[in-house]
């Protein structure tokens, strides 16, 4: 009791040294979601569209303005035409020339992957002869001869038929 007295003379000489801390406002941390990854998204968003985006249009502008599109003209004597000088386009040619491969290439690889598969079907058709033949003449699954020497097969038979003959019946 006495020093519930004594409290206000205490406060107000800590309140003159700045130790005095009122806390009776009751003021909360508001909580709400963050907004860190949205923030996040955005830099990302216009970091690639100045990277990529504004540079790959503008170049799109100067082929479009400044080179525009091919225009048919007579083909020299003995000059082939290479397979990307037919797009009509300078990007799309670039494209053509330098990151796609060549539809003859395409082609051959084509070819030569039917002609693997059609060996693998002969193949298999072929084994599945030897099988049907083997099933067909109840033969065992070897495809080659082992000879047999008769010798040994008549001296297990009379050692057979002396044990048979001594055992009795």
């Known amino acids: 009791m006495i020093l519930s007295k004594l409290r206000p ?80 386009s300078p990007i799309t040619r670039f494209i053509a020339r330098y990151m796609l491969a060549d539809p003859q290439q395409d082609y051959e690889k084509y070819l ?6 059609n060996e693998k079907k002969q193949l298999r058709q072929l084994e599945k002869k030897i099988k049907d033949k083997m099933a067909e003449r109840l033969d065992y699954q070897a495809y080659y001869y082992r000879p047999v020497m008769a010798k040994y097969h008549r001296i297990s038979r009379e050692a057979f038929d002396y044990l048979e003959s001594i055992r009795g019946d």
């Open 9 to 88: 003379l205490l406060t107000k000489n800590t309140s003159a040294l700045g130790l005095w801390r009122p806390m009776s406002e009751h003021r909360v941390f508001p909580m709400e979601p963050s907004r860190w990854q949205w923030n996040k998204f955005k830099d990302l968003f216009h970091f690639y569209a100045l990277v990529g985006i504004i540079p790959l249009s503008l170049l799109t502008l100067y082929a479009n303005v400044f080179i525009g599109p091919a225009t048919l003209q007579e083909i020299p004597e003995g000059y082939t035409p290479k397979y990307w000088e037919y797009y009509k």
């Open 112 to 117: 030569a992957y039917i002609f693997m598969e």
